[in-house]
């Protein structure tokens, strides 16, 4: 079962999400969890642009049976292309400049994101997941019309709480941009308590905040 959706659930009862956005979908646990969680008349856009990642998420959707659209690419505030680590499955893979990284790397499509879902006609999104390694503010800045007329009624994403963390966007400046919006922060799950080496912390180093529409 979907953490936040439990979550959500606790505060907002009638909550029961249609449409679900699972952006950086790996190789689909996440996706799983939320087809599961939302039962099989909702509907889940799953995101992973790395190919070996996307491949197994195509064997999970398979699985699951209907009910997931799955999309090999990333989503952000353009329509391109960019540069990824490819280190096999790994869920750190994230977005690069040229040169600044050694290694496996791989060139994947990027969407800006309301312009997707407006092609698609979706009009209003229950529950939008975004675990990206530290592109999650640019995914949503894509997302600005949607933001704009809360068509998106919860947000789960990942931020960093401690200091210096550069695996996701500080909690502060995500909150930042979201409250103009109308968007409060409803709780946390699945907090980290390791650094970037992967070393334990006592304090937490990263937190999936969950928003909802006011």
């Given amino acids: 079962m979907s953490k936040a959706i439990r979550e959500i659930a606790k505060v907002v009862p009638a909550f029961a999400p249609r ?3 699972d952006v950086g979908a790996n190789v689909g646990r996440s996706t799983r969890e939320l087809v599961e969680a939302a039962g099989a008349e909702a509907t889940v856009f799953a995101f992973e642009p ?3 990642s996307f491949q197994q998420l195509q064997d999970a959707v398979t699985e699951l049976g209907g009910g997931v659209v799955a999309e090999q ?5 353009i329509d391109g292309n960019v540069l990824m680590t490819a280190r096999g499955t790994a869920n750190g893979n994230r977005i690069v400049a040229e040169g600044e990284v050694r290694g496996n790397t791989e060139v994947v499509p990027m969407l800006r994101g309301d312009a997707y879902f407006r092609a698609r006609g979706v009009e209003m999104i229950d529950l939008w997941k975004s675990s990206t390694n530290g592109w999650d503010l640019d995914v949503l800045v894509g997302m600005i019309d949607y933001l704009a007329s809360q068509r998106i009624r919860a947000i789960q994403v990942v931020t960093a709480l401690a200091p210096g963390e550069t695996r996701a966007c500080p909690f502060e400046k995500m909150t ?10 409803l709780g946390f799950v699945s907090p980290v308590r ?3 080496a992967g070393n334990p912390r006592a304090s937490i180093a ?9």
């Fill in 19 to 21: 449409i679900l956005v």
């Fill in 50 to 52: 790395v190919t070996k």
């Fill in 73 to 77: 690419a990333c989503l952000g505030s």
């Fill in 176 to 185: 930042a941009f979201l409250e103009p919006f109308g968007y409060g922060v």
């Fill in 194 to 196: 390791t650094d970037e």
């Fill in 206 to 214: 990263l937190v999936d905040a969950i928003y909802i529409a006011e």
